[in-house]
């Protein structure tokens, strides 16, 4: 028998590639289990289903920076729980970080998918449910976005939750209106603007190295769950004045927006993920 549930949960997370750098993302999962029926006939009661899943998912996936552990392009060592890598870009660039073990998730793959994020979280995801069951199947998808979106990764130092780590993410609608009427090219802007970024704060920026003939930003700090670096290439970046909650970013757009349309009255409506954000506005 067969036992589906579908839309269990939303993962946002950050992951390495070798060409985009970190990626920011936001996955539906999707699960169904293979079994016999218990003495309650069922193949799994949905309460336990979805606890177990989503709690794995949420403390395992859920606002880390996945990395592709058999990956030549990457370098790893742990001293006590503090992670370092280096993740070597095809452009010849590099990413380095530090940070506590448990901001990273360690994919056994050499390169990071939907289906391979997939086929990891299915092998634990199997051992995580008390029962014996025949097959567990997981599958990821990204939320239906007709308009512009984005992919950032951040981190919020003064969360007391997991968004304090410094490289998680987000893929995020974009909604814009222009004097009352929806502006499909300012939002298109600010996808390009903001496809596949870092988004940094300026106070956390403590050098600007150039390294092989790179320019790099190094940001740090620390927070509740230890000290983050986080070193990348500035094409990758976007530097903002203020934190980067998705309150902070809708107002850098709306004031960024309206010096570039003087006069405009805008309507800023920045998602975070799936089905949440904020509005700002300017000129009304
Ligand atoms: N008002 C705000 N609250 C939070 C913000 C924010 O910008 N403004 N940001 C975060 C984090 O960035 C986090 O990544 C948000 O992810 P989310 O998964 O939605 O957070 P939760 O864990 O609280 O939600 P779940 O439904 O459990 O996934 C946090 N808060």
Same mark, same amino acid.
């Given at each position: 028998m067969l036992l589906f549930v579908d839309n269990l949960t939303n993962v946002d997370f950050s992951y390495l590639d070798p060409e985009r750098g970190i990626v920011g993302e936001t996955w539906l999962a999707n699960i169904r289990l293979h079994g016999a029926l218990n003495d309650e006939s069922m193949v799994c009661d949905f309460g336990k289903v979805k606890k177990v899943a989503r709690q794995w998912l949420d403390t395992e996936l859920d606002h880390r920076l996945a990395v592709p552990?058999?990956?030549?392009q990457l370098n790893l060592s742990q001293t006590g729980d503090t992670l370092a890598l280096t993740w070597w870009l095809k452009s010849g660039e590099s990413i380095e970080i530090t940070c506590?073990? !448990?901001? =990273?998730a360690l994919v056994d793959t050499d390169i990071l998918t939907t289906e391979s994020i997939a086929r990891w979280c299915e092998t634990q995801l199997l051992n995580a449910f008390d029962q014996p069951l025949d097959k567990l199947d997981l599958d990821f998808s990204t939320e239906q976005i007709d308009g512009a979106f984005y992919h950032y990764s951040h981190g919020?130092?003064?969360?007391?939750?997991?968004? !304090?780590? =410094?490289a998680h993410g987000h893929r995020s609608r974009i909604d814009i209106w222009r004097d009352g009427v929806k502006a499909p090219q300012l939002e298109h802007t600010w996808a390009e603007r903001w496809r596949d970024i870092y988004i940094g704060t300026a106070e956390d920026l403590i050098g600007q190295p150039h390294i092989a003939g790179a320019d790099y930003y190094d940001f740090a700090y620390t927070s509740d769950q230890g000290e983050f670096t986080l070193r990348l290439p500035k094409a990758m970046c976007y530097l903002i004045d203020t934190d980067t909650t998705v309150e902070c970013l809708a107002e850098h757009i709306a004031v960024r927006t309206a010096q570039e349309n003087p006069g405009a009255a805008l309507r800023i409506r920045a998602f975070e993920g799936i089905n949440k954000g904020a509005e700002a506005y300017r000129g009304q």
């Amino acid at each position: 028998m067969l036992l589906f549930v579908d839309n269990l949960t939303n993962v946002d997370f950050s992951y390495l590639d070798p060409e985009r750098g970190i990626v920011g993302e936001t996955w539906l999962a999707n699960i169904r289990l293979h079994g016999a029926l218990n003495d309650e006939s069922m193949v799994c009661d949905f309460g336990k289903v979805k606890k177990v899943a989503r709690q794995w998912l949420d403390t395992e996936l859920d606002h880390r920076l996945a990395v592709p552990a058999l990956s030549e392009q990457l370098n790893l060592s742990q001293t006590g729980d503090t992670l370092a890598l280096t993740w070597w870009l095809k452009s010849g660039e590099s990413i380095e970080i530090t940070c506590p073990r !448990q901001a =990273i998730a360690l994919v056994d793959t050499d390169i990071l998918t939907t289906e391979s994020i997939a086929r990891w979280c299915e092998t634990q995801l199997l051992n995580a449910f008390d029962q014996p069951l025949d097959k567990l199947d997981l599958d990821f998808s990204t939320e239906q976005i007709d308009g512009a979106f984005y992919h950032y990764s951040h981190g919020l130092k003064k969360h007391k939750g997991n968004c !304090q780590r =410094i490289a998680h993410g987000h893929r995020s609608r974009i909604d814009i209106w222009r004097d009352g009427v929806k502006a499909p090219q300012l939002e298109h802007t600010w996808a390009e603007r903001w496809r596949d970024i870092y988004i940094g704060t300026a106070e956390d920026l403590i050098g600007q190295p150039h390294i092989a003939g790179a320019d790099y930003y190094d940001f740090a700090y620390t927070s509740d769950q230890g000290e983050f670096t986080l070193r990348l290439p500035k094409a990758m970046c976007y530097l903002i004045d203020t934190d980067t909650t998705v309150e902070c970013l809708a107002e850098h757009i709306a004031v960024r927006t309206a010096q570039e349309n003087p006069g405009a009255a805008l309507r800023i409506r920045a998602f975070e993920g799936i089905n949440k954000g904020a509005e700002a506005y300017r000129g009304q």
